[in-house]
């Protein structure tokens, strides 16, 4: 409608200069007709866009197949225009089939720049559509392998706790051992990339019932989840990085017993998730700059790019790790 809104000026014009006098309503419908077979015709074009893009690997014979189109479809697009204009709005002073072909012909030439715009715009359509694709595989594949360095991390820290554990307690550390099978067993199982924060808390749950029996009567869980955040969707393994630094850098160090805590709440557009746990007033070394914290940072910057957001808080013997993630259900 817009390319017929602006030729119908211009072709008033033309016309009336050259002694038709139409009046503006019938030459609207009349360029209005001539274009609507591109209406059909502009899918196709652009599935040929798709099925040959131009590229600088295949030039000549995508460019051959585009020429080609061009010189079939031109003259029937174009002739099916003028047989439309000649049905509802008589333009040819003698209406004969001659005249009707040779009006074709030369609607044809003009027709040409049309073509080149559409087949341009199905080209560019094309080549954003193969850029789009080609950034979700490589994002896919680059979030596959920061997931992959998450299980062995989990593992080896684990066992390394439990062999501590193992000349002290031998039963504790066996129980342990359970715990840490049936949490690898949920890991390595094939999940999608973005869960319900629901199911992320139980996972995470079991890696505290873990680490609850590899330091009994030294872990006590706080969970404060507001109830519209329950089905939020989240990344998958999001919340064990920051569980696993909870009790590494934090509580294990801790002379007694300490609280790990875990709050969520939607504010507007946005989930915030804050992980909270006590850690020594003068710890040895910055907490969360190991693998965990990198590797969490990276997972939401292929996801969600700059709309997430990871700080790391010290609060006197408090350390907080803030998440922000664009808030959206698991059905929508």
């Known amino acids: 409608m817009l390319v017929v809104l602006a030729w119908t000026p211009a072709t008033f014009l033309v016309e009336k200069a050259s002694g038709w006098n139409p009046s503006l309503p019938s030459m609207f419908l009349l360029v209005l007709l001539d274009f609507l077979p591109w209406v059909f015709a502009t899918p196709a074009i652009f599935w040929l866009a798709r099925r040959f893009p131009i590229t600088e690997h295949r030039l000549l014979r995508q460019l051959s197949v585009q020429i080609v189109s061009g010189i079939l479809l031109l003259p029937l697009l174009t002739l099916c225009g003028v047989l439309l204009g000649e049905f509802f709005v008589s333009t040819l002073r003698s209406p004969t089939v ?126 404060s989840i507001e109830s519209s955040s329950w089905d939020a969707v989240v990344p998958t393994m999001l919340l064990q990085p920051l569980v696993e630094n909870a009790f590494i850098h934090g509580i294990s160090k801790l002379t007694g017993a300490g609280q790990l805590s875990m709050r969520a709440h939607r504010v507007h557009d946005r989930l915030r998730i804050v992980v909270g746990n006590d850690a020594p007033l003068n710890p040895a070394g910055s907490p969360g700059t190991g693998i965990g914290l990198t590797n969490l940072r990276e997972r939401l910057r292929v996801l969600y790019g700059a709309a997430a957001q990871v700080t790391l808080e010290r609060r006197a013997a408090q350390a907080m790790v803030h998440v922000e993630l664009p808030y959206r259900q698991l059905s929508q």
């Open 98 to 223: 001659d005249a009707a072909l040779s009006a074709t012909v030369i609607r044809t030439f003009y027709a040409v720049p049309t073509y080149v715009a559409v087949a341009g715009i199905g080209q560019a359509l094309a080549y954003f559509d193969r850029y789009r694709a080609r950034e979700r595989l490589l994002a896919r594949a680059e979030l596959r392998a920061l997931e992959a360095q998450l299980n062995p991390h989990l593992l080896f820290n684990a066992l390394n706790a439990i062999s501590a554990l193992g000349y002290r307690e031998p039963a504790l550390a066996d129980r342990a051992i359970g715990h840490l099978s049936d949490l690898l067993r949920l890991s390595l199982a094939s999940r999608p990339e973005e869960v319900a924060l629901r199911e992320e808390v139980g996972f995470v749950q079991g890696y505290v019932d873990l680490y609850s029996t590899i330091m009994p009567g030294r872990v006590s869980f706080d969970v």
